[in-house]
């Protein structure tokens, strides 16, 4: 068969089974132009909301049960390319943060907006420091990292910015037990009797199997720790619209995750939070502090939010997304879509299913008898404003006719690419 047939055979049987998208990437930014560079950032455009859901939980205090072990995970806090400045949210969420009191904060990627040419790294990186790095520190809150897209891109064009990245970390690297010698791309540690690792993972469909190998030998080795969380840049599966093709996609992870019982994966880059499952291993994909909020696959609208995990060197207490303007509202769950699903692949919501599954009734009753009587009195629903329509997160116009696209299938029997143009693979952020 010609190629030329059997592209258009392929391409046709993936979009009667998954339906039309495509995967935009952005187009070229001139940091001269100010216009420019406000909406280069989302190849489509997103409402970004500043208000809390009307169906979120005041949680205003959040005190501490005794004995537990409270971790902060940041995602996506970039601007657009280049930029030497963040947002009010991300200012608003370090005041929370430190308020709060985490024993430990974890970044997923994407703490600076690099993945373009001639940008002044030292200055980003110098801007991130300024914002976030050096006030935790400040509070004796240590910050565990691991690599973005627009950090520190694995793609050859971008080794530049992967020194940037190592250098930017290279003295201020944790006051903690590292565990590897890649710090701070692939490294473990352990923190008050939980393992975290975090992975190297910048590239869609591209998990080498070197660092596949050191998971599991890392995970093997501290086979009798309880909770083990996992994080990394790109999810495993789809979770947001307009980034379907950009995740892991590699089912070695997941069987690897799940053979080891890693209690929790956490994930960012898509701009969207949904704590999800799939069988016992947990999935949480955290939301964005920066640029570019999108709705859910569902179509369900996304706001700017962190994640705050309540834990135990013996289980996890809970998962809860805060939400901008002031993070003092948590997301209630029965408030995000009991499942999503892209093509074959289908998340569940993490406290829907079977009672042998995450946040099941024991897990429920542990964490009710550990948190102080005033955490229970502090979520209560609240009337506020609603969220903007979903209309107004649909996709603007066509890009230009050399706009980049790329359709991606993948199934667990394995993968099968299929590009059109000349796609460099480069993302947005």
Same mark, same amino acid.
């Given at each position: 068969?010609?190629?030329?047939? #059997?592209?258009?055979?392929?391409?046709?049987?993936?979009?009667?089974?998954?339906?039309?998208?495509?995967?935009?990437? !952005?187009?070229?930014?001139?940091?001269?132009?100010?216009?420019?560079?406000?909406?280069?950032?989302?190849?489509?455009?997103?409402?970004?909301?500043?208000? *809390?859901?009307?169906?979120?939980?005041?949680?205003?205090?959040?005190?501490?049960? *005794?004995?537990?072990?409270?971790?902060?995970?940041?995602?996506?806090?970039?601007?657009?390319?280049?930029?030497?400045?963040?947002?009010?949210?991300?200012?608003?969420?370090?005041? =929370?943060? %430190?308020?709060?009191?985490?024993?430990?904060? @974890?970044?997923?990627?994407?703490? $600076?907006?690099?993945?373009?040419?001639? @940008?002044?790294?030292?200055?980003?990186?110098?801007?991130?420091?300024?914002?976030?790095?050096?006030?935790?520190?400040?509070?004796?809150?240590?910050?565990?990292?691991?690599?973005?897209?627009?950090?520190?891109?694995?793609?050859?064009?971008?080794?530049?910015?992967?020194?940037?990245?190592?250098?930017?970390?290279?003295?201020?690297?944790?006051?903690?037990?590292? %565990?590897?010698?890649?710090?701070?791309?692939?490294?473990?540690?352990?923190?008050?009797?939980?393992?975290?690792?975090?992975?190297?993972?910048?590239?869609?469909?591209?998990? !080498?199997?070197?660092?596949?190998?050191?998971?599991?030998?890392?995970?093997?080795?501290?086979?009798?720790?309880?909770?083990? %969380?996992?994080?990394?840049?790109?999810?495993?599966?789809?979770?947001?619209?307009?980034?379907?093709?950009?995740?892991?996609?590699?089912? =070695?992870?997941?069987?690897?995750?799940?053979?080891? =019982?890693?209690?929790?994966?956490?994930?960012?880059?898509?701009?969207?939070?949904?704590?999800?499952?799939?069988?016992?291993?947990?999935?949480?994909?955290?939301?964005?502090?920066?640029?570019?909020?999108?709705?859910?696959?569902?179509?369900?609208?996304?706001?700017?939010?962190?994640?705050?995990?309540?834990?135990?060197?013996?289980? %996890?207490?809970?998962?809860?997304?805060?939400?901008?303007?002031?993070?003092?509202? $948590?997301?209630?769950?029965?408030?995000?879509?009991?499942?999503?699903?892209?093509?074959?692949? =289908?998340?569940?919501?993490?406290?829907?299913?079977?009672?042998?599954?995450?946040?099941?009734?024991?897990?429920?009753?542990?964490?009710?008898?550990?948190?102080?009587?005033?955490?229970?009195?502090?979520?209560?629903?609240?009337?506020?404003? !609603?969220?903007?329509?979903?209309?107004?997160?649909?996709?603007? *116009? #066509?890009?230009?006719?050399?706009?980049?696209?790329?359709?991606?299938?993948?199934?667990?029997?394995?993968?099968?690419?299929?590009?059109?143009?000349?796609?460099?693979?480069?993302?947005?952020?």
């Amino acid at each position: 068969m010609h190629p030329n047939a #059997t592209t258009t055979t392929l391409l046709t049987l993936i979009l009667l089974h998954l339906g039309t998208w495509a995967c935009q990437e !952005p187009r070229p930014v001139h940091p001269e132009d100010p216009s420019a560079i406000a909406n280069a950032t989302e190849a489509a455009p997103t409402t970004l909301h500043t208000n *809390p859901s009307p169906h979120s939980r005041r949680n205003l205090s959040l005190p501490r049960a *005794p004995g537990t072990i409270r971790i902060a995970v940041v995602s996506d806090l970039n601007a657009s390319y280049g930029s030497l400045s963040y947002g009010e949210d991300v200012h608003r969420a370090v005041d =929370r943060l %430190i308020e709060l009191d985490p024993d430990l904060v @974890l970044s997923t990627g994407d703490m $600076v907006a690099g993945q373009a040419p001639g @940008l002044d790294y030292h200055g980003m990186w110098r801007a991130f420091h300024h914002s976030v790095t050096d006030r935790l520190a400040s509070a004796g809150i240590p910050l565990a990292v691991s690599p973005g897209n627009h950090d520190a891109s694995a793609f050859p064009h971008y080794a530049n910015e992967r020194q940037h990245y190592q250098s930017a970390w290279r003295d201020r690297r944790p006051d903690l037990h590292i %565990i590897g010698d890649a710090y701070p791309f692939q490294y473990a540690f352990l923190f008050r009797g939980i393992l975290f690792v975090s992975l190297d993972l910048t590239l869609p469909w591209h998990l !080498p199997v070197e660092q596949l190998t050191w998971l599991d030998q890392t995970l093997q080795a501290h086979a009798e720790v309880p909770v083990k %969380i996992v994080f990394g840049h790109l999810p495993l599966y789809p979770v947001a619209r307009y980034k379907e093709a950009e995740v892991v996609g590699d089912p =070695r992870l997941e069987d690897l995750l799940q053979r080891h =019982r890693v209690t929790l994966y956490l994930s960012g880059h898509h701009h969207a939070y949904y704590p999800a499952r799939r069988g016992e291993l947990r999935l949480v994909a955290v939301g964005c502090l920066g640029n570019g909020v999108r709705p859910l696959i569902s179509g369900h609208p996304s706001q700017r939010s962190f994640v705050l995990i309540e834990a135990t060197p013996q289980n %996890i207490l809970s998962v809860e997304a805060l939400v901008a303007p002031h993070f003092s509202h $948590v997301i209630d769950r029965a408030t995000l879509p009991s499942s999503i699903g892209y093509g074959p692949f =289908r998340l569940d919501r993490d406290d829907v299913g079977a009672p042998r599954f995450l946040l099941n009734a024991l897990e429920n009753q542990a964490y009710q008898q550990a948190r102080p009587p005033s955490l229970a009195a502090a979520n209560r629903v609240d009337a506020l404003p !609603p969220l903007l329509p979903l209309e107004s997160l649909t996709p603007g *116009p #066509t890009q230009s006719s050399d706009h980049r696209r790329t359709l991606t299938y993948a199934t667990h029997m394995g993968l099968l690419m299929v590009r059109l143009g000349t796609s460099s693979n480069e993302q947005s952020p």
